[in-house]
């Protein structure tokens, strides 16, 4: 059958309007499926001058074989043929109602196109399967490489880490009046008795770590610790603590994470995450907020790994010491249900309580007579009356389920007992 | 066969509908929701294929003959880059504050520098696999001097205040074009920073004076010294002044882009065959316009959904009324699969409308604004050339620096 096509030559970058004749040459193997079709099925495509005087077909210019032809991704007004056997541009351009006839003619083209389509969508399912499972690993595997990574970090990096983000504490609080110091006298009652609790929990644990917990002033109901073993309880949670009980559970808790290293350990899966997400997305700069929802996923169960730890340790420490673990989820509740600035999600942030979290503590929960409370009642009395000393003004309004006696007092300046964390050998 | 007689002028048009690319977007983004974002690669072939197969040049169409797989592997390429980097930005956000700010700093013009190289790597790519009438486009010049020289006249520009526009941007047109080949022939540009400072500068000074004029009247007419530190309250006649330089900028940034356009693209021949491009300002401007209403709307339906549930679904979960989206993402994998969906539905909701409004109206605008005279004369090119680079532009897609 003849035809009317544009030729390209691949050499020269002129149209030719030319005739095309398709001719048959084996019939044989006309089955599509059959593995010699697309070997064998060759057609001869003679591709000849249309000689514009006479109007009827000029000297053959070309001649393909019809299994060296595939069609080309073209708009679908025409047919676009290539050649995979002579120049990388040849081409022929039908157009209009020849384009059925042809792809009769030449059933090849769509049995390649077909599997060229297949192979792609393999490869396509192979690698997203393979994402799949590198992202399931990933999800699994950062908190435990984290772990392993944190090993090999030296303690001392991680105390001047700490007192980086110590440095800067003051200014992400700075909302609040930042967080100084509720008492400076680190020989004061309170002090010493937080001391001596840090001392017995560490006693026998396997920590390069000094812990250094600070009372400080702020109304956000929280308590954190940072790597290296800065560890700050805000006067706000001490506000909602109601006995010396849930006092130590929280100590102990946020010890647990100074000697699990789980401030370090986040920082290393966040930043793997981050690449993470920027890999699958594409946008390796990860500044996109899709990546930032990405690392709130992982980090969120590596948070709730964290914190299982945490309590364990505390359930550890609390065998050989006077207090009940599980008295923190009472503080957890309390501060849940009555506190507005628990909008904030401060404590919940750092310490979600999920039921199997809840289920874990109450395990622990140990009923203690008061005369064997880890603080004495003169201590403790002492503790919750540590941020409402040292005589400056009350500038905070503060809830007063307490008893009022709360307040900002200190200047958010340099403070004199901040010492510098030394690694203990 | 086309008569190419010596004056013989040829059109440019462009035959792709909306729909079809609505549809490419649409399947394309489903698609990469099932493959984790891999299908990335295909649908940015397969939106290629769409603008090059539907541009038709004096009736025959541009052929684009890249593939996915060399997008995928050069941006595995890109990532091996992009690690040490990431490995640099975890470390300077352990360091002190100071120290990484000079870090950030520092990455980020590393970054801007980056995005230049990758971009015209990207270009050459794109050009490469690019045919017309069988012959292949190509582009020469170092990728690295490209990069040095935008940063350069960025670092300039910078520091004259913007004066030094005119002639950053022509520098760049200039590299980009004088390195174009199609076949074995080269292009050359001649367009010169005169062009573009005539309307540039006229723009320029109109909105520094009003500011000043602003300024000036501000001082004399607010009730207190316009200087006082603590008075922020604009006197009517300034704020006046200074919406009249708000609009003469937004005026100013269309004429001058449709300008700059045409003139540029005007200013570029193969061999006695030039290229004559008008972009109007009229047509872009209606092209943004149009662009902001529908993102708009967008907006709106995403910002209902998103009110619906944080209100009706969400609130009553919380135990005070003001429902926040942290809270809610604190409460379950549930809750976050919900959020991520609509937040990835909004993304892709943005960018398939920046597609099809306004970088295909953009495409179509200039395509059809364009005629080649004397095209006769491309009758007589050869091919020469072949694919280069190998591999895609990875760099680019993970700087997001390609366009189309």
């Known amino acids: ?425 | 066969m086309k008569n190419p007689g010596n004056g013989f002028q040829a059109t440019v048009t462009f035959v792709g509908s909306r729909t079809r690319l609505l549809a490419i977007m649409f399947s394309g983004y489903f698609l990469m929701l099932l493959t984790v974002g891999i299908y990335r690669f295909w649908l940015v072939t397969n939106k290629r294929r769409f603008y090059w197969s539907h541009t038709k040049i004096d009736g025959d169409a541009l052929e684009y003959t890249g593939s996915a797989m060399q997008l995928l592997i050069g941006f595995l390429f890109a990532v091996m880059i992009f690690i040490p980097l990431y490995g640099f930005f975890f470390y300077l956000s352990t360091q002190s504050p100071e120290t990484a700010i000079i870090g950030y700093s520092g990455a980020a013009i590393f970054m801007y520098f980056m995005y230049g190289y990758a971009a015209f790597r990207s270009r050459r790519f794109l050009l490469s696999r690019t045919l017309w009438r069988g012959i292949r486009f190509q582009l020469t010049g170092s990728a690295w001097s490209y990069a040095f020289r935008r940063l350069f006249w960025t670092v300039l520009t910078f520091l004259t205040l913007g004066l030094a526009f005119p002639f950053m941007s022509v520098s760049l047109w200039k590299y980009r074009y004088s390195h174009t080949w199609f076949g074995d022939r080269q292009c050359s540009f001649s367009g010169s920073w005169r062009q573009i400072a005539i309307p540039f500068y006229l723009y320029y000074f109109m909105v520094a004076g009003l500011i000043l004029l602003g300024f000036n009247t501000n001082i004399a007419t607010s009730p207190d010294s316009g200087l006082s530190a603590n008075n922020y309250e604009l006197s009517p006649e300034a704020s006046s002044i200074y919406s009249a330089a708000i609009m003469v900028a937004i005026i100013a940034y269309f004429h001058l882009r449709a300008y700059i356009t045409s003139a540029m693209l005007s200013s570029i021949s193969i061999g006695k065959t030039r290229l004559k491009v008008t972009v109007r300002t009229r047509d872009l401007s209606w092209l943004q316009i149009a662009y902001s209403f529908v993102l708009a709307i967008v907006a709106v339906g995403f910002g209902l959904i998103v009110a619906y549930l944080m209100g009706d679904v969400f609130a009553p979960m919380l135990q005070d009324d003001g429902a926040d989206l942290g809270q809610v993402l604190q409460m379950g994998w549930y809750n976050l699969i919900v959020f991520g969906g609509i937040y990835l539905g909004f993304m892709a909701s943005i960018s398939i409308v920046s597609e099809i409004i306004l970088k295909l109206g953009f495409w179509r605008l200039v395509a059809r604004g364009t005629v080649l005279e004397n095209a006769g004369d491309l009758q007589d090119i050869r091919a020469g050339g072949q694919e280069s680079p190998l591999v895609g532009e990875g760099l680019a897609d993970a700087l997001n620096a390609g366009a189309y």
């Open chain 1, 1 to 425: 059958m003849e035809f009317e096509a544009q030729y390209y030559d691949g050499v020269v970058a002129r149209a030719q309007n030319v005739l095309v004749e398709i001719e048959q040459l084996d019939k044989k193997y006309t089955d599509p499926k059959s593995p010699e079709f697309l070997v064998e099925n060759s057609a001869a495509i003679a591709i000849s001058k249309l000689d514009s005087e006479r109007g009827g077909r000029g000297h053959e210019i070309a001649h393909w074989r019809s299994n060296h032809v595939f069609s080309i991704s073209s708009s679908k007004t025409e047919l676009r043929l290539g050649v995979s056997n002579r120049l990388a541009g040849e081409r022929l351009v039908f157009s209009g109602s020849q384009i059925d006839k042809i792809h009769r003619l030449l059933p090849g083209l769509a049995v390649k196109r077909r599997k060229n389509i297949g192979r792609q969508m393999r490869f396509i399912g192979l690698a997203s399967g393979a994402l799949v499972s590198l992202v399931g690993a990933y999800i699994i595997g950062i908190p435990l490489m984290a772990n392993r990574i944190v090993g090999l970090v030296p303690a001392q990096t991680e105390v001047d880490f700490g007192l980086t983000i110590a440095g800067q504490m003051p200014d992400a609080f700075a909302e609040q009046g930042g967080i100084p110091l509720c008492d400076e006298d680190a020989n004061s009652v309170a002090n010493l008795a937080i001391a001596r609790f840090v001392d017995q929990a560490l006693q026998g644990v396997d920590t390069p770590f000094a812990v250094d917990i600070q009372v400080v002033n702020n109304p956000i109901p929280n308590a954190f610790a940072l790597p290296g073993g800065q560890a700050y309880y805000f006067s706000g949670l001490l506000q909602k603590t109601q006995n010396s009980d849930e006092f130590s559970a929280v100590l102990a808790h946020e010890i647990g994470h100074v000697v699990a290293r789980h401030g370090m350990q986040k920082m290393i899966s966040s930043a793997g995450t981050g690449l993470l997400v920027g890999f699958v997305l594409g946008d390796i700069t990860g500044l996109s907020v899709a990546g930032g929802l990405g690392s709130v996923l992982i980090n969120n169960s590596f948070s709730r790994e964290a914190e299982r730890e945490a309590d364990a340790f505390a359930a550890q420490v609390s065998t050989r010491m006077n207090f009940n673990p599980a008295a923190m989820v009472n503080l957890l509740d309390r501060v849940a249900l009555d506190d507005e600035f628990a909008k904030a999600m401060a404590l919940f942030g750092t310490h979600p309580l999920n039921s199997e979290r809840r289920e874990a503590l109450a395990q622990s929960d140990r009923q203690l007579s008061t005369n064997d409370a880890q603080f004495s009642s003169q201590e403790w009395l002492a503790i919750k009356s540590m941020c409402s000393g040292s005589g400056t003004a009350n500038q905070r309004q503060s809830d007063n389920d307490v008893g009022g006696d709360e307040g900002s007092t200190n200047n958010p300046t340099e403070n004199p007992r901040r010492k510098n964390t030394k690694i203990k050998t």
